[in-house]
Each structure stands twice: as C-alpha cells, then as structure tokens.
C-alpha cells in the first residue's frame, strides 16, 4: 500500500480536486440562472412571462459566445493598459498556449464567464413588459463584448482600480453593481410600461402575475449564490496536498454570506412593515437579495456581526428607494433591480471600508472603494446610455403600443404562456350523428321552436366541473372566455411590493352555448348544478333569445345552423 501511495504526485492530486471543485461551482453559479428566469417571470404580467422567460435563455446563449469571442480579450486589453499585466490578443483561443488550456485557463473563462453572464441577465427585469427582443439582444452583446469586461480588466484584472487597492471579493459592485445600475438607465431610457403612470404624476401599481414563481426563484438564486461567495473563497486543497485550505476563512464568508441574506430579508421586513403596516411577501425574497449582494463584496473581511449590520442596511433600503425611484425619479424598474443589486452592491462596497466592521488588518482604502464605485458606475451609465440612446433614436428599443397592449408573449414570440383554463381536462366533443352522418353536438333533442343562448358566468375553478355537465347534458359545444366582473363580492385590498390597490373586479371565467334542438332551462340548470358552491361569487346564469345563426362551412342557417 505504501509503494502504491508513494507513486502518486500530490501536486497532481490538489491540482484534480481544486479544479474540479472551480467546475462544481461554476455549474452552481450558472443554476442561478434559473432562479433569475423564475424570479422576473413571476414579476411580471402573464401576457409577458415567455418574452421574459426568452430573454433570460438568450442572454446565455449570446452573451457566453459573445464574451468568449471578444469579451475575455477586451477585458486583458482594459487591464494592460491601466497599468496590468501585459496581454495577447485572444490569447483565449490558443490551446496551444500552456497558460490557457493546459493550465486550467479555459476553466478560469468559464468561471468569469457565469459572472459575465449574472451581470447581463440583472438588466432584463428592469425593462420588462415594453423592450423590443432585439433592442435586449443588442445589448446583451454590448455588455457581455465590451461594457462588463472593461470593469472587470480594471479590477479583477488587475487593471488601475486593483493598483488603487479597490476591493470587490465576489463581484458586489462588479457584477450586482453594475447590472443593477445598467437596469436602472435602461429602464430610464426605454420609459414606463403603459399606464404606470397617470397624467397627474400618480403612480399605478401593476402587479406581477405571480408571487409563487418570484419567491421560488428567490430560493434558487440564493442556492446559487454559495457558489458565488463561499466558491470563490474556496480551494479545498493548499499546495502540497498535505492538508487541506484555510477553511477557517472559507468558513467566515460561509457565515458571513448566509447571515448577510438573513439580515437582509428581515431589515426589508421591517420597513415594509414601518411603512403598510404588513409584511410584503415580495419584499421579503427582494430583501433576501438585497442582503446577498449587500455582503457579496466584502464577506472575506468583514466580522459576523458586520454581516448582520451590512446585510440589515442592504435589506433595508430596499423599500426607501424603490419607492424613490418609482415615485420621485419616475423610472419603471419592473423588477426592482436597481434597489436589489444596484444600491445594494455601492453599499456593500463603500461599507467594507469601515475599520471597525472589517477583521483587523484588512486595510481597505476607503478612497479607493469610492472611486473605484464611482468609476464603475460612471462607465456603466454612460456606456449603457450610448447603446440604448442609439436605439431609442433608431426607433428600434420599443414594441408598438399594440404589442405591449397585446402582451409581448405573442407580438415577439407567437407564443401563449397559459393556453388552457384549467384541469382536468373534460368532454370537449360528443353529441350523436344522424343518418347522413351530419354532427349535432346539441343533442338533437327539441327545444321550444327557436335558438337560445346559454351565458353564464362560473367561479374559474369550476369550469371543469361545468363542462362535464354540459356533456352529461348532451350540450358539450360551449365557448368559454377569461373576465372578470363584479357581484355580491366584496372588494379586497391587493398588496404588491408594499403598495395596496384595490381588487374590485373578480376573476371569473365566461361560457357560452347556443342550444336549439335541446331545452336552453336543462342546459342552464346543467351549469347551475355543475358551478355551485354555496359562498358568495358563485355566478349568475343567463337564458337569451338567438335571432338567427349561419354555420359558415356549410351556409346553413336557423336552427340547422346550431
């Protein structure tokens, strides 16, 4: 057993298991893709939720050959020419080059490439609802070329900022940061969603069609972010491979990290609270964030107490400037990522400059933290500005008025998110055929002589029970139509990111069948039986007479038409 272990080369060992332990990470940081796909789709309409969904898809798939191809150049290039290492032009492609490919080169791409990648898919849940695919895609493109690999060469890359002594551990301000200021200006540029806002400055509240998908997603992310923060604070074997890392240090940014998010989604609480005297669900999973990216820059060197206080602030104004930026500055930030990665990641990295909140002898230049915050989000305004100004001025950065009315779903995509009504799914055909082999989905049983239209108005989860009904009733063709209505129903008060609004209008589902050769009274009592529950909102059931009816394939008309 000996001889066998003394063959081994521990270099090679530590080597193995400290790439492959990169690699675990890396495919962690990219599962938060998924959490960002379902966090925005749930922030917004259901008329939009595919163009949202398709957008996240596409900033991958874009963005990751994107930086491939010119990104991972651009940022070496930002770097030797403020004062980092000297470069090779697409260096990236040369598997030839020991450094690149034989070393682990192309892991260390990857690796920055899922950052890339957080940082541009941040801008998406700003401009949801009216942006034009191609205007995004465009500049997808430009931030994953050029907009996001000029920050990290002046930082990570050892570029100016990193000779200053700025410091970003995890990308706070690089990627949070900069996404968040980037969704901010381009939500500014591209303007409100319709009827955001009233002719007076008011302002109206349109909410997301789905608070599941947007917490669901907010745990996905934050399953993620471990790999951010405690993955690249991780090398599970030091050099030798005679023991293992400082896991003590890993350890700190594991607690650091996850007390960050705690305080976070609690310091959100807390002023939601102050302010609607409820706790906003929403809230909540934003400040879980907010608290995430508040830490994500300085969890190596803070105490757990500072993640507390850091990761509480973070959380905290969360709800003041969301308010502020919707309200005072007017800016539709639909998915409020300003307030979550953006004035989150500029505290986080002003705050690590605080001696007391830092392990001793950290040496943060507070100096450096503000330039370094303040060049980042300069270059990001300005080059985020030139993109969509471009298109704006093209005419090329918003769908029609029509199309955003319409939901983006099918103007850019052809594509309807929810189809179906409900489940199960029950008798959609039937009726008998008489000898000609003519169908008659009626029933073909007398009426009163005349057409008769059956309208009632059902709770929407009762519609399955409804159609059964109506097959049972021998009257299964039925046209059924989403709307919503008010009765005996009392108004209720909605709350959507600590902002109430009143829902006096009910969700309620809207069928219809014409009836001639069966009794329009067995049809309505069908529905009636069928939709009943006993509580108020039930519905109403209506009998009304049919002037006339042309079945258009065969020209048919009367009651031969029906």
Request: net charge negative.
């Amino acid at each position: 057993m000996n001889a066998v272990a003394l063959q081994l080369d521990p270099t090679a060992v530590v080597d193995a298991v400290n790439w492959v332990w990169v690699l675990v990470v890396t495919f962690l940081i990219f599962f938060m893709h998924a959490g960002f796909a379902m966090l925005e789709a749930g922030q917004v309409r259901s008329k939009n939720v595919a163009n949202q969904l398709t957008k996240n898809m596409l900033t991958w798939s874009v963005g990751v050959i994107v930086f491939f191809l010119l990104g991972a150049t651009v940022s070496s290039v930002a770097a030797g020419l403020t004062g980092g290492p000297d470069y090779t032009l697409f260096a990236v492609f040369d598997a030839s080059n020991a450094s690149v490919a034989a070393d682990g080169g192309w892991v260390d791409w990857l690796f920055g490439a899922v950052f890339a990648m957080t940082a541009a898919t941040i801008v998406s849940g700003a401009v949801a609802g009216r942006m034009k695919l191609r205007a995004y895609v465009t500049y997808t493109v430009a931030l994953a070329g050029v907009i996001y690999p000029v920050v990290v060469g002046l930082t990570w890359g050892e570029g100016f900022l990193e000779v200053l002594g700025f410091t970003d551990f995890a990308g706070g301000m690089i990627v949070h940061g900069m996404g968040g200021i980037a969704g901010l200006t381009a939500a500014y540029i591209v303007g409100p969603r319709i009827d955001r806002y009233t002719d007076d400055g008011g302002v109206n509240v349109i909410p997301g069609h789905s608070v599941t998908f947007a917490v669901l997603g907010t745990l996905v992310l934050a399953f993620g972010w471990y790999g951010f923060n405690v993955g690249t604070a991780a090398a599970p074997l030091a050099a030798g491979g005679g023991e293992l890392d400082s896991f003590g240090y890993v350890g700190r940014v594991a607690l650091t990290t996850t007390l960050g998010m705690a305080a976070g989604a609690l310091g959100a609480s807390a002023v939601a609270m102050y302010k609607t005297g409820k706790v906003d669900t929403l809230y909540v999973a934003n400040g879980m964030l907010a608290g995430l990216v508040g830490i994500t820059s300085n969890t190596d060197l803070i105490t757990w107490p500072a993640a507390l206080l850091i990761g509480g602030l973070a959380g905290a104004q969360l709800p003041v400037v969301f308010e502020f930026v919707e309200k005072r500055l007017k800016i539709d930030d639909v998915c409020a990522v300003f307030p979550v990665h953006g004035s989150a990641g500029v505290l986080g990295a002003l705050l690590v400059a605080v001696p007391f909140l830092t392990v001793p002898d950290a040496g943060v230049d507070p100096v450096a933290q503000v330039v370094g915050v303040a060049v980042i989000a300069g270059w990001t305004v300005l080059a985020t500005g030139a993109v969509f100004g471009a298109l704006k001025a093209a005419g090329q950065i918003r769908v029609s008025r029509e199309h955003e009315l319409e939901g983006l779903d099918v103007s850019e995509h052809g594509v309807d998110t929810y189809p179906e009504f409900g489940r199960p799914d029950t008798v959609a055909d039937g009726g008998f055929v008489e000898d000609g082999g003519v169908y008659r989905p009626d029933g073909g049983l007398p009426n009163d002589g005349g057409i008769k239209l059956v309208m009632a108005f059902i709770r929407p989860d009762r519609l399955s029970a409804v159609k059964q009904g109506l097959a049972e009733a021998g009257a299964p063709s039925i046209t059924v139509t989403n709307v919503s209505g008010r009765g005996s129903q009392p108004a209720k008060k909605g709350q959507w990111r600590g902002e109430e609004y009143t829902v006096d209008l009910h969700q309620k589902v809207k069928v219809e069948c014409v009836v001639a050769d069966i009794p329009a009274d067995d049809v309505a009592t069908a529905i009636a039986d069928a939709a009943r529950t006993g509580e108020k909102g039930d519905g109403k059931v209506f009998v009304l007479p049919v002037e006339g009816a042309h079945q258009i394939r065969t020209g048919k008309t009367g009651r031969d038409a029906v």
